[in-house]
């Protein structure tokens, strides 16, 4: 995907659908996970505490779909 990344992008099936891109359609995806901060956690400085989401961008125009699953 990126500078640092040689992972190719993959299709991937949520609860038996197919993932598809909501803004062009595309099927192929990298995958990232990305932390939820909240101002509480980030002002203790407690943000490893906070959820984390997958995250699935578009390999084509670069939409990012989240998910907390």
Not at 29 to 55: G, I, S
Request: proline share 3%.
């Amino acid at each position: 995907m990126g500078f640092f990344s040689a992972d190719e992008p993959k299709s991937y099936e949520i609860d038996g659908k197919r993932l598809l891109c909501q803004f062009c359609d595309n099927n192929t995806f990298y995958t990232r996970h990305e932390q939820l901060h909240t101002p509480t956690t980030t002002f203790l400085n407690l943000e490893w505490t906070d959820k984390t989401a997958t995250c699935f961008v578009c390999s084509s125009c670069g939409y990012i779909h989240w998910f907390m699953r």
